[in-house]
């Protein structure tokens, strides 16, 4: 995205924010509330990157003096930064319903959402339990004492192990059914941050990928989102610094279309296909002073992805993905990786307790296939492709 379009889209977010009406945040939350009870904004809005979300806390009567202890969220999508609203609501609603009924992983209890404007607030919104605790960002995990890290892996570990028991025949995300109540898993496309990001730079990547298209082969997803990665060159010139820089990089990136090709497993292509959380940063994890983790927060990006780009998070050092390329930050990340593997792999066992051979454990065996080769980073690059510039490509090729 320009510089032009990414001042105009903040203006335009903080109109739209301003244009918020508080008294109508309240009325809301105290219309979905069992009880009717009134409620006030008690602390300031969090603005993340996509939603805005208004903390609120019910009165035991209209006088305001005493609170009751219960809190809510009222999380509102930021309109003028989303190129498919409704489309990203639905499939967030859809998937935190699946969470709550198949998984145990720790999300926020949903209260009540809607997908249109009719309502007080005249906007979409959905209604959150409040969560206490703090994000993970604020802890730096890779200094953690050795006890504290082994057991902090042990739960993140979990909640891969949660997901990964859950396949699917096809590449695509959760959306409510005709009705907005209930989640379905048919056709709808894995919608992501980069066709978000590039639709609203006018680079239409529906071009390549249709609101009902899903993939049945990772060859075809892989092939797609190098297709939309490459457009950025070819459409947005501005990217670009120079013809010496533009050659680089059009040579690096059509380059690692044949790395990439090369590197799907034949056995993998066709699936099964896993749900992947689509934004499992740190920020997204809220942790206790225990470091227990009390709740995996924006489920919005959510979908299926192949088996070869379920893998460890990029975090654990706490850089961001071209950090830990670097060759020191490298071998220090792939360390904190291991011992989240080995946590993980202690866990699986008890998912498959028939299972001896614990090399033969279905997602310890697929880590052991990656652990020490670059699959590791390029399936990152795949599933962060704003990364896949001309450094990550470069690093490929």
Not at 105 to 134: A, C, Q, R, T, W
Not at 364 to 382: C, Q, R
Request: hydrophobic residues 40%; charged residues 25%; contains cysteine.
């Amino acid at each position: 995205m320009d510089e032009i379009t990414r001042h105009r889209i903040e203006k335009e977010i903080e109109q739209f924010i301003a244009s918020i009406d508080r008294s109508a945040v309240c009325e809301l939350a105290s219309a979905y509330h069992p009880k009717k009870q009134p409620c006030r904004i008690f602390d300031v809005e969090k603005k993340g990157a996509f939603n805005i979300c208004f903390p609120v806390e019910f009165l035991e009567d209209a006088t305001g003096a005493r609170a009751t202890g219960e809190r809510w969220m009222v999380r509102i999508p930021l309109l003028p930064r989303l190129a498919f609203p409704e489309e990203k609501l639905r499939g967030e609603i859809a998937t935190m319903k699946f969470i709550a009924e198949k998984t145990t992983i720790p999300i926020p209890y949903l209260h009540g959402y809607s997908i249109g404007k009719v309502n007080v607030l005249g906007l979409p919104f959905m209604l959150l339990e409040f969560i206490d605790g703090k994000p993970l960002i604020n802890v730096n995990v890779s200094e953690l004492p050795d006890a504290e890290m082994r057991r902090f892996f042990a739960k993140l570990g979990d909640i891969y192990l949660q997901l990964f028991q859950h396949k699917f025949d096809h590449i695509g995300a959760l959306t409510l059914d005709s009705n907005n109540e209930h989640w379905v898993f048919e056709n709808n496309r894995p919608l992501s941050v980069l066709m978000n990001e590039q639709t609203l730079a006018n680079l239409n990547p529906c071009r390549f990928i249709s609101p009902n298209q899903v993939y049945h082969s990772t060859v075809d997803y892989v092939f797609m989102i190098h297709q939309a990665i490459l457009d950025d060159l070819h459409r947005v010139p501005g990217s670009i610094s120079s013809e010496e820089d533009a050659r680089a990089y059009l040579y690096n990136i059509h380059q690692s279309r044949q790395y990439l090709m090369e590197w799907i497993k034949p056995e993998l292509n066709h699936g099964p296909f896993v749900l992947m959380h689509g934004d499992l940063r740190s920020s997204n994890i809220i942790v206790d002073d225990n470091l227990n983790i009390v709740s995996v927060l924006d489920w919005e990006w959510t979908h299926t992805i192949p088996a070869q780009m379920f893998v460890a998070p990029s975090w654990f050092t706490g850089y961001e993905l071209i950090g830990v390329t670097k060759e020191y930050d490298r071998l220090h990340y792939e360390a904190l990786v291991f011992n989240f593997e080995m946590e993980t792999r202690a866990i699986e066992r008890r998912y498959h307790p028939e299972c001896r051979d614990i090399r033969e454990l279905p997602l310890a065996k697929l880590w052991t296939k990656s652990f020490g080769s670059p699959d590791l980073f390029i399936a990152h690059g795949l599933m962060q492709p704003l990364y896949f510039g001309n450094r990550m490509s470069r690093k490929l090729s």
